[in-house]
């Protein structure tokens, strides 16, 4: 059984007002068409501790699905994926001096892009938090 500090700690990582992906990304929609995008704690506590972060130019086009950022970590080299289409408007430089700030606040200061949605998309396919909880749940 878990107990209710256990619980809240998930819920805590989890954020209900976000979106996840199946491969770890979180979207935090904003009313101006665009998108802010990370990795979840979930994923950064798989990665360890990060060393280093390779991001996208502004103005760069990005496709659902497809590689838009680098992570280093002292356990690998992994690629973050953009969960929607568009174009990235926005960077997180402070990763570039700080590539800690993804362990240290995968939802606030470690975020990591920011996407104007591409016309017609929406992060509606995308899982609500409880779906994301479930899905990191299974072995």
Known sequence: ???????ASEDAA???????????????P????????GITHHAQSQLGDV???????????VVTGEPVVEVESTK???DVYAP???EVVACNTALEGSPELINDDPYGEGWMIEIKLADGV???SLMAAADYQLFIAQP
């Open 1 to 7: 059984m878990v107990s209710e500090d256990a619980a």
């Open 14 to 28: 989890v954020p209900a007002k976000l979106r996840y992906t199946q491969e770890h990304e979180w979207v935090s």
């Open 30 to 37: 904003s009313a101006k068409g665009t998108v802010r995008v």
């Open 51 to 61: 060393v280093f972060v390779q991001l996208p130019q502004i103005g760069d086009s």
């Open 76 to 78: 690998s080299v992994s």
């Open 84 to 86: 929607v289409a568009g």
């Open 122 to 124: 929406t992060v509606n």
